[in-house]
């Protein structure tokens, strides 16, 4: 088989890389495809001339995307590539991991239970269960809200490294919900140092009027959160069914967080 054929077959094919970005992905998939290539090789395979061959190389190298093999002349995957790839395995295997534990949450709960993760200052709701008695919440699959103010965004940034708080806290970007939701860093920090200490963060009226939630992080393989769950139910029920609700939420995290790597 000739490069050309290869490269014929890729995704991202060369009649569809008319734009930089376009090209650079290209060559990434090309290069994953055949594990190594030389600049020539690239050049046969996509029809560009060596200069702007060895500029896209050379932007790709320095970015982290590709690096020089053993091979002289020659490029394979670099370690960006590797972390990448990683992110997305770890972001599916969640996806794999985490659904069939949060139905029996949510029917033991008796309320919708949420999976979401993180993206920017947002979480993004990507899973939801309705429990048996659980009411009619806004969030829906795709749903973003602030951190700042839901229990699933302030379970996640009290998990990360304390020492990465700081610099967060100052960037993150405040959105007003509900008359009590937390607008400052020096309003949310208490509130992240005793959802450490407890294990479970709570939005108390925070988000929408009437929903009270509590939520737990999700560890991976690092220790790292990369999502979070919660439970959420009527603000009038949901302070008294808390003794009740939180070890279920916190044994499904573990459990979750346990399949995806995490070794406390």
């Not at 594990?35 to 001339?49: I, P, Q, R, Y």
């Not at 269960?129 to 009619?136: A, N």
């Not at 220790?223 to 939180?246: D, N, Y």
Request: charged share 20%; with cysteine.
């Amino acid at each position: 088989m000739t490069i050309k054929e290869v490269a014929a077959g890729a995704v991202i094919s060369r009649q569809a890389a008319g734009g930089t970005l376009e090209k650079g992905l290209a060559i990434v998939e090309f290069v994953g495809e055949r594990g190594e290539v030389t600049a020539s090789g690239v050049v046969e395979a996509f029809g560009l001339s060596r200069s702007a061959t060895y500029r896209l190389l050379d932007r790709l190298r320095v970015g982290g995307y590709l690096q020089e093999s053993a091979t002289a002349g020659a490029y394979q995957l670099g370690p960006r590539m590797v972390v990448i790839g990683l992110a997305a395995l770890n972001r599916m295997d969640l996806m794999h991991v985490a659904p069939p534990l949060l139905g029996p949450l949510a029917l033991a709960a008796g309320e919708t239970v949420n999976l979401a993760v993180p993206q920017g200052d947002e979480m993004v709701y990507v899973y939801q269960h309705d429990g048996p008695s659980s009411i009619k919440v806004t969030a829906r699959l795709g749903t973003r809200r602030p951190m700042n103010c839901t229990s699933l965004g302030k379970a996640y940034l009290a998990a990360l490294p304390e020492a990465e708080w700081a610099p967060r806290l100052a960037a993150l970007t405040y959105v007003p919900l509900t008359p009590r939701s937390l607008l400052t860093a020096d309003a949310l920090r208490p509130e992240l140092e005793l959802t450490r200490e407890r294990g479970y963060a709570l939005d108390d009226v925070e988000v929408e009027d009437g929903v009270s939630c509590v939520g737990a992080a999700i560890l991976d393989y690092r220790g790292r959160p990369v999502a979070a769950i919660s439970v959420a139910g009527p603000a009038e029920r949901m302070p008294a069914k808390r003794p009740t609700v939180v070890p279920l939420l916190l044994q499904t995290a573990s459990t979750v967080s346990t399949r995806l790597g995490y070794l406390p």
